[in-house]
């Protein structure tokens, strides 16, 4: 027998016997504003020799209307009491009297503990009165109670010298409260009780039992309500804390120890009376507070219940047909906004170890059978419960388990709400784990028990290091339920850090595996489906296994459809990394027939896998070559039968592509899709180069054919601003660009033997972005270039450049889990242009020039790696663009000093840019090319014979790049 468990019993009679007689006043005492002690020791012509007690509580009302007096008024406050406090006399007894029968502490401390219990030898029966049916209203507000007194003490001399000593034992009569009557129990405003211990001290009897006609069941609870609101409430104390310590300090009773069965843990304990016929119930409500210690919760069946069933009055055979009357004792603990748990939650039942006819021990669980002759079950037995044996079989049925389902003698139910967390330890055994609005259990070191948990509205369930969590139904809605990396598993059902029967996951719940090992989870059926809101979005549950190659040994199932116009269009979603990777295995049982073949198959599905799911990839990497992602097993369901269906939930960058989920017979492989935005970016950039390179040699191009044309021009200094708008797409890569930048130049005519030549140098400054969804690139160029034009007498002439280019170009972007991406890259370039036409004149003024041209850009770049890792190689890129085409224009002269030549261009251009570039050792295709026909017109106008304006737009179109627009205006002004 364990002794603190006797204690619940007998503790108090030991020190009743030690107490002398207390002394009636007229009236109780209004101690508030005092320091008053509850034991005195006397010695003198009115009292004999010994230790007093003067605790009792009771009302002003003794000579009146009053059979009981106490000591203390009922309502302390602002005082320090030291002692123990009884409300044995608190109630008068008398139903005409409208004192109510309660206590309330304010303001106050006190140094042991209030009880209800008799603390002398001469307490009066009250039973006769009706006195012990009154419920007490107990309130404690902005107080503490620390049932630290342990031993009142009194050490003197008798009037001859010799020793007068006493000492009473307060330690082992309960805890800071500690009451066998029923009680209402408010705790408010940041008070501080060190433990709660609640027995049921008196009952409504039944008459007869079930087994007689005359038989009467009382339906009468004995009922307990404890509210805490932003207070704390600890374990308390059933042993001399005074006997060990630390560096010379004692423990407190509020000290909790987290390790076993121990009564000096329990924070708050009902234990209900296997003798009595009613049920006893406790609520216990905690808001905004914490409550550091165990609860415990003992029930036993009632007096007049049969758990193995009797023989009724109902009938004339002598049939076990009853099994007679109980109440069902409970325990309903719930907390709301913000509270704290630290402790266990034990079910237990008192048990007579020695046959003596006398509880003395405790054990786990409530009392339970599976004997449901007229009552039905309420609740599952977590050991399962066996067959009876049948004469008429051969069959052991007395040995096979049959199911769980029982009726127990008490329920325990914990309910968490807005917020509120509690952290298990020991092992807990409950009936029902609500855990709602944005709250969470932590299970780590310990173990919890509870036929059904569900979580609700953003909740959590944590199963951290050597935590372990059983049950029948888990239910996740919206919430998470997280096995820990480093939780401690077996194969053996014991040693799951999870234990289910059954997993119900939907509406974004998740149970999450990490890189737990593949025993950690032990199930029959993994239900992963989904609910429709009011707009037609799915909300599915998600089994996430990370990067774990996780086995799952339970029928994976929906009653789900990919076909969206069906009533039940829905999935589970499966979420993995790229290097993650599922099995279903199935239960291993395909037998949906329940008998004494396999009793075990009910619920069974026919295959390891049914209904439909979308796979998630949720990591994105820019390190990895295609062929490390490219057709990557990430499901296989290790069944023929299997009927599943599975699709991609969602896009994952990986390595430079995206890639999704594709389902092959009964697996699920990577599926390569297009560039990610990173990597198209970075393959972009030369092409993007080129174009800013190529609006530069138009500039170029427009100055050296404008002065074939208009006024005579000598050469001079000029301006120019150019710009224009890209879009790129070559089956692989594809980008918008826009450019804009100036150029300045000089340069001057000479004439030679056999032509007039104009010989120059300009610069050129430029600033493009290019865009594609997430990808961004910032470019900045810097230009120098050396011109000539060689006009013959014939109207032929041929223009020349040659040009050093350099580009920087920054890029970012985002990948598909969200990860901000950046990278900078810069390249030196090479160019040339040649160009040869002729000037057809078109009486005085006109001119059609029909041309070709060539012209060449010669990147190189180093080797680079984005923050992702992703590495790019060497950025060499070459382009040629060949162009023929044709220039009509026309001169108006206003005068020898103004003329406007407006003008119109068409041509055909071919860009040759055959390009690869490898990326993580892949080589992709980024160059651009192709066919395109280009048209434009514009104009120049000579204010003066030395200074003129001109402006000029054209369009490009057909080839893997397109100009949407191009625009140069700029001035000149001439020697």
């Known amino acids: 027998m364990h002794p603190w468990k006797k204690k619940f019993v007998v503790s108090q009679l030991a020190l009743a016997c030690t107490l002398a007689v207390t002394s009636q006043a007229s009236a109780s005492t209004d101690i508030s504003g005092t320091t008053y002690t509850t034991f005195n020791h006397y010695n003198d012509s009115a009292y004999a020799d010994d230790v007093y007690y003067n605790g009792y509580v009771g009302w002003n009302n003794y000579a009146t209307d009053s059979i009981y007096n106490g000591d203390i008024y009922p309502v302390i406050n602002k005082a320090v009491v030291n002692g123990v406090i009884s409300t044995y006399y608190l109630d008068d007894g008398i139903s005409t009297n409208a004192n109510s029968n309660s206590l309330t502490i304010k303001n106050s401390t006190i ?294 389902e029982v009726y127990q003698s008490g329920l325990f139910n914990v309910t968490l709400n807005g917020g509120s967390r509690w952290d298990t330890s020991k092992t807990s055994l409950i009936d029902t784990l609500s855990i709602n609005s944005g709250s969470v259990v932590s299970v780590a070191d310990s173990t919890l028990v509870s036929d059904t948990i569900s979580l609700t509205g953003g909740s959590a369930l944590n199963i951290n290091e050597d935590g372990h969590v059983a049950t029948h139904a888990l239910t996740i809605d919206n919430s998470n339920v997280t096995i820990a990396d480093d939780v401690s598993a077996g194969w053996g059902v014991d040693d799951a850090a999870l234990y289910a029967n059954t997993i119900n996951i939907t509406n974004n719940g998740m149970l999450d595996v990490g890189n737990s090992t593949t025993y950690a989870l032990q199930a029959d059926r993994l239900n992963l489906t989904s609910v429709t809101d009011s707009h037609g979005n799915v909300h599915s549950g998600v089994l996430n296994v990370h990067s774990n190659n996780f086995v799952l040994n339970a029928d994976l199932a929906n009653d789900r459809t990919h076909d969206t116009t069906k009533s039940n269009y829905g999935y589970g979603t499966i979420a993995m990394n790229s290097d993650g990777h599922l099995t279903v295995n199935g239960n291993g049982d395909a037998d949906t027939s329940f008998d004494q073949s396999e009793v075990d198959n009910a619920g069974d599905a026919v295959a390891a896998a049914s209904g439909n799911y979308k796979v998630r990839i949720d990591n994105a990497d820019g390190k990895g070559s295609v062929a490390a992602y490219k057709g990557k097993e990430l499901v296989y369901v290790n069944d023929k039968h299997s009927t599943a269906t599975f699709s991609a939930a969602n896009k994952a960058d990986l390595g430079a592509y995206t890639y999704q989920a594709k389902q092959e017979g009964n697996t699920v492989v990577l599926e390569q899709s297009r560039l990610t935005d990173y990597a198209n970016m970075a393959l972009s950039i030369p092409s993007a180069n080129s174009n800013i390179w190529n609006l530069q040699q138009d500039t170029v191009a427009t100055r050296l054919t404008q002065s074939r044309h208009g006024l005579a021009d000598n050469g001079g200094a000029w301006g120019s601003y150019f710009g224009g708008s890209f879009n790129g797409d070559n089956s692989t890569i594809g980008y918008d660009q826009n450019v804009n930048g100036v150029m300045v130049g000089l340069d001057s005519k000479i004439d030679g033997n056999y032509a007039q030549w104009i010989v120059g140098a300009a610069a050129g400054f430029a600033k493009g972005e290019l865009n594609d ?203």
């Open 773 to 975: 969804r997430t990808g961004k690139v910032e470019q900045d160029s810097q230009t120098a270039y050396l011109y000539t034009s060689a006009r013959f007498a014939n109207n032929v002439f041929i223009d020349g450049s040659l040009n050093y280019s350099h580009f920087n170009n920054d890029l970012s972007a985002s990948m598909s889990n969200g990860q901000y991406v950046d990278g900078s890259t810069s390249s030196d370039a090479w160019g040339f242009g040649l160009k040869l036409g002729y000037d057809a004149k078109l009486g005085d003024a006109g001119y059609v020039t029909p041309y070709g041209s060539i012209s060449g850009l010669f990147q190189s770049g180093d080797d680079y790696r984005l923050s992702n890792g992703m590495k790019v190689g060497d950025q060499s890129y070459d382009s040629l663009r060949y162009e023929l085409g044709i220039d009509v224009g026309y001169t108006f002269a206003y005068s020898d000093d103004q003329a406007l030549t407006p003008y119109f261009k068409l041509a055909y251009v071919y860009d040759d840019a055959d390009n690869h570039t490898r990326v993580n050792g892949d080589s992709i295709n980024n160059g651009t090319e192709g066919s395109a026909v280009r048209a434009g017109l514009g104009t120049q106008f000579s204010f003066t014979r030395n200074f003129s304006a001109y402006t000029g737009v054209n369009y490009l179109g057909g080839g893997d790049v397109d100009q949407d627009w191009a625009a140069n205006v700029g001035v000149k002004y001439t020697w």
């Open 111 to 404: 140094h042991g503990m209030i009880t209800s219990e008799c603390m002398t030898t001469d307490c009066v029966d009250r039973d006769a009165t009706g006195y012990v049916y009154d419920r007490l209203a107990l309130t404690v507000d902005s107080s503490t109670i620390d049932d630290n007194y342990e031993h009142y003490t009194y050490n003197g001399t008798h009037a001859d010298g010799t020793v007068d000593s006493h000492i009473v034992d307060i330690y082992d009569l309960g805890t800071a409260i500690t009451l066998d009557q029923e009680v209402d129990l408010v705790i408010k405003n940041n008070s501080h009780v060190a433990g709660i211990a609640l027995t049921q001290g008196y009952e409504w009897r039944d008459i007869d039992d079930n087994t007689v006609s005359t038989g009467v069941d009382s339906s009468e609870v004995f009922h307990n309500t404890i509210n805490v609101t932003d207070s704390t409430v600890t374990s308390g104390s059933w042993s001399d804390e005074g006997t060990s310590g630390w560096f010379g300090s004692n423990n407190n009773a509020s000290d909790y120890t987290g390790t076993g069965v121990n009564s000096d843990d329990v924070a708050i304990s009902a234990i209900a009376n296997p003798n009595a016929d009613n049920a006893m119930q406790t609520t216990v409500n905690l808001t905004n507070s914490t409550l550091m210690g165990d609860i415990l919760f003992s029930s036993n069946f009632d007096n007049n219940f049969f758990p193995n069933g009797a023989d009724s009055y109902r009938d004339t055979n002598s049939a076990v047909d009853t099994n007679g009357w109980d109440g069902t004792d409970r325990m309903d603990v719930t907390l709301n906004n913000g509270s704290k748990w630290v402790g266990a939650a034990m079910s237990m039942h008192q048990v007579d170890s020695d046959g003596d006819g006398v509880y003395d021990d405790f054990a786990v669980g409530t009392e339970a059978t599976a004997t449901l002759l007229d009552i039905a079950a309420n609740s599952l037995w977590p050991w399962s419960t066996y067959g009876i044996n049948n004469g008429d079989t051969a069959y052991d049925e007395n040995g096979h388990v049959i199911g769980n």
